[in-house]
């Protein structure tokens, strides 16, 4: 299989790409798509940067996947998801090879990075990001495009909507539920129930204001 990876920014990807090879050598990381135009034509770290998504249509075929990259924003994430599948791209996933996957349930499009624990029983959606160093503790349910950022611990028994952003070091309390397109501040430590769309910072935690998002989930096809 041929991956072309989205966003040519972070050289931690490159890493991961060196790890995949070793335990899975038919797959064949071809190179970059990055929207900005500078990049086009360049090199990443030994990587062809292409070009933007307008590349995907030419490039798809059954022996190609895709993987976006894009973690900052969850809403870029999903946008630029939704536009990778419309043009005919297929998502596949890119999990760092050390992460014990057992007795989970995975969508696609995931990009999970080294050192994550992804506990027994827990369900991840589609399109979902999570970054170095994060817990996600035993029969919790992660959404679709969600983001949890490094060294953030989801406790047990969670529901972690569809299109939320978890910061860095942010604790979340068991048997929480997280609504769709929540906003989870660094730092902060959730011990009740975030409404969809609402944007909660500090220890405890407490929703100060809403994300002004036009979407009800976070499905991309």
């Given at each position: 299989m041929?991956?072309?990876?989205?966003?040519?920014?972070n050289p931690e990807t490159v890493r991961m790409i060196r790890a995949v090879q070793r335990s899975a050598p038919n797959v064949e990381f071809s190179g970059f798509l990055d929207n900005d135009p500078k990049k086009k034509n360049t090199n990443f770290y030994g990587f062809p940067v292409l070009g933007g998504l307008d590349l995907v249509h030419e490039l798809s075929n059954t022996d190609v996947g895709f993987v976006n990259l894009i973690t900052g924003n969850t809403k870029t994430r999903y946008e630029t998801?939704?536009?990778?599948?419309a043009s005919g791209g297929r998502l596949v996933n890119f999990i760092h090879p050390s992460i014990d996957l057992t007795m989970t349930k995975l969508?696609?499009?995931?990009?999970?990075q080294e050192a994550v624990v992804v506990q027994a029983g827990v369900e991840i959606?589609?399109?979902?990001s999570i970054h170095m160093g994060a817990l996600v503790g035993h029969e919790t349910r992660v959404g679709n495009s969600v983001f949890i950022a490094h060294a953030v611990s989801?406790?047990?028994?969670?529901?972690?909507?569809?299109?939320?952003?978890?910061?860095t070091n942010a604790t979340i309390l068991p048997r929480i539920k997280i609504g769709n397109w929540a906003t989870i501040g660094a730092g902060a430590v959730i011990k009740k129930d975030v409404p969809d769309y609402g944007i909660a910072v500090g220890n405890p935690g407490r929703v100060i204001k809403f994300n002004e998002i036009p979407f009800s989930d976070g499905k991309i096809s």
């Open positions: 041929k991956i072309y990876l989205l966003g040519a920014a998801s939704r536009e990778i599948v969508g696609i499009g995931l990009y999970l959606g589609d399109n979902t989801v406790s047990g028994c969670c529901n972690i909507g569809d299109g939320t952003f978890i910061g």
